[in-house]
């Protein structure tokens, strides 16, 4: 072999990997209102992507949630979305129609195969993201709260 040991995926990158298999089912045949073309992990740009309407999945903290005893954290990411403005009529309607898939795909499994508590939606909501008419592109910026155990446990518990 390699020699280099196998280290396992962190719950974090699990948890991740999930929200990725997750956006990819926005599809039109699945019910959605668009088929998702690109989904990645920490494309800021739209011009980073491949085809739209994209979604990126930009992981923001993941922090204890403290408490006694707690072996809680909360993973805080936002999945950013962007639309092709210059082939659409109605930009806004086709905008909104692709939030609420991934805020409708994201509570399809709000357990996240098991690996999570609970998805929900973070602090900040949505916020809405619109370039020059140079670039005929609009998105918004969902912001995503999964709560979940760790198997790290506190030195500090149970002695």
Do not use: C, K, M
Request: hydrophobic share 40%; no cysteine.
């Amino acid at each position: 072999g390699s020699g280099r040991a196998v280290v396992p995926d962190s719950i974090r990158e699990q948890l991740l990997a999930n929200v990725r298999t997750t956006l990819l089912l926005i599809t039109v045949a699945g019910g959605y209102s668009v088929n998702i073309g690109t989904v990645s992990r920490g494309h800021l740009s739209p011009l980073e992507t491949f085809a739209l309407p994209s979604a990126s999945i930009l992981p923001v903290t993941d922090r204890p949630d403290y408490g006694a005893g707690v072996l809680r954290r909360v993973l805080t990411f936002t999945v950013r979305v962007w639309i092709d403005t210059a082939t659409l009529a109605n930009v806004g309607n086709v905008l909104e129609g692709v939030i609420a898939d991934v805020e409708r795909v994201l509570r399809v499994d709000s357990r996240r195969a098991g690996l999570a508590e609970d998805t929900r939606e973070g602090e900040g909501g949505v916020q809405y993201i619109y370039l020059a008419s140079t670039e005929s592109l609009a998105g918004a910026d969902l912001h995503v709260d999964v709560d979940y155990r760790t198997s790290i446990a506190s030195p500090l518990v149970g002695g």
